[in-house]
């Protein structure tokens, strides 16, 4: 069993910069795939980001890549989203989920624990 819960959303204008952080519990968290989605108003829940199980594999949705890093620390149990050049379109819930697998994935159900969410909002 995993629990996971995020921390780091708020307000912030156009062009800033937020570190979304995602504390683990449970024994697994170094062994399994770490991943970021997000669901703006209305929308569908989207792939963020995604890191394998020892960090040496990230993978990014294209609308973040260059903008988001994801990074983890398997001795503190915690994966960091750290979201710099924030537009307004970055708005959503985020989301941090642990997977069932070591290697990173986009797709939603490969990941078998989720997060309660952290809301970021970005003013024009």
């Known amino acids: 069993q995993v629990q996971l819960v995020e921390s780091g959303g708020g307000l912030v204008q156009a062009g800033g910069s937020l570190r979304l952080s995602c504390a683990a519990s449970g024994r697994t968290f170094s062994s399994r795939a770490m991943g970021w989605f997000r669901q703006a108003p209305g929308k569908e829940r989207e792939f963020v980001a995604t890191?394998?199980?020892?960090?040496?594999?990230?993978s990014y949705a294209d609308s973040v890549k260059g903008r988001f890093t994801i990074s983890r620390d398997n001795a503190k149990n915690t994966v960091y989203l750290q979201m710099n050049s924030l537009k307004p379109e970055d708005t959503a819930d985020y989301y941090c989920a642990a997977s069932g697998t070591q290697r990173g994935s986009v797709m939603a159900y490969d990941y078998v624990y989720w997060g309660q969410g952290t809301q970021v909002t970005v003013s024009s």
């Open positions: 890191i394998s199980w020892i960090g040496g594999s990230t």
